[in-house]
Antibody, heavy 119, light 112 residues
Framework: EMQLVESGGGLVQPGGSLRLSCVASGFPFSSYSMFWVRQVPGKGLLWVSRISHDGSSTTYADSVKGRFTISRDNDNNTLYLQMHSLRAEDTAVYYC????????????WGKGTTVTVSS | DIVMTQSPVSLSVTPGEPASISCSSSQSLLHHDGNNYLDWYLQKPGQSPQLLIYLGSNRASGVPDRFSGSGSGTDFTLKISRVEAEDVGIYYCMQPLQTPLTFGGGTKVEIK
């Protein structure tokens, strides 16, 4: 069974940092690009970032560019999202997601990890 | 960025009746490969989103055939032929044609 399990969420003060992790299983992780998608509670979905299968290429939403860094460890089937300079508006559930190449529809989603930015 | 607009915002449907959700994009989602890069997702209460339809009209594995997607270019429709109680949740369209990938605002479907 294909599975994505996120962790690392929590309560952090504005301006603080947090690193999210996502462990993949049930599919060849190193063959797939990966996404982070977030959702403010009660609101819609926002794509945050993408990383290529080998980590050589990354893309970010403008709202997080320069503050967030996506990375991966293919030896350990793990995706990361390092978040710095966190703001209240970054408060959300963060989902790890697998896009199906080459059409990039998201066919595997994690259950999400909650990040709360508040003093 | 491609802006995705969904309507209606909410829908209350009698079980067994049909439902239809519209999604429009600010730019054409028709790729030169002939595919429309438009997907539909359902987020059931308390769950992560799940893929329903990809490339405009292809049902994902395990999705009941009462769900269908249609449209091309900038205008798309998700239809449920006969709504069931398990179909409640928020439906989102998404374009994966270019980054940033963008989602519609969602359509909440409730059962009368």
């Amino acid at each position: 069974e294909m599975q994505l399990v996120e962790s690392g969420g929590g309560l952090v003060q504005p301006g603080g940092s947090l690193r999210l992790s996502c462990v993949a299983s049930g599919f060849p992780f190193s063959s797939y690009s990966m996404f982070w998608v977030r959702q403010v509670p009660g609101k819609g979905l926002l794509w945050v970032s993408r990383i290529s299968h080998d980590g050589s290429s990354t893309t970010y939403a403008d709202s997080v560019k320069g503050r967030f860094t996506i990375s991966r460890d293919n030896d350990n089937n793990t995706l990361y999202l390092q978040m710095h300079s966190l703001r209240a508006e970054d408060t959300a559930v963060y989902y790890c997601a697998r896009p199906f190449y080459p059409f990039y529809y998201i066919d595997v989603w994690g259950k999400g990890t909650t990040v709360t930015v508040s003093s | 960025d491609i802006v995705m607009t969904q309507s209606p915002v909410s829908l209350s449907v009698t079980p067994g009746e049909p439902a239809s959700i519209s999604c429009s994009s600010s730019q054409s989602l028709l790729h030169h490969d002939g595919n429309n890069y438009l997907d539909w997702y359902l987020q059931k209460p308390g769950q992560s989103p799940q893929l329903l339809i990809y490339l405009g009209s292809n049902r994902a594995s395990g999705v009941p055939d009462r769900f269908s997607g249609s449209g091309s270019g900038t205008d798309f429709t998700l239809k449920i032929s006969r709504v069931e109680a398990e179909d409640v949740g928020i439906y989102y369209c998404m374009q994966p044609l270019q980054t940033p990938l963008t989602f519609g605002g969602g359509t909440k479907v409730e059962i009368k």
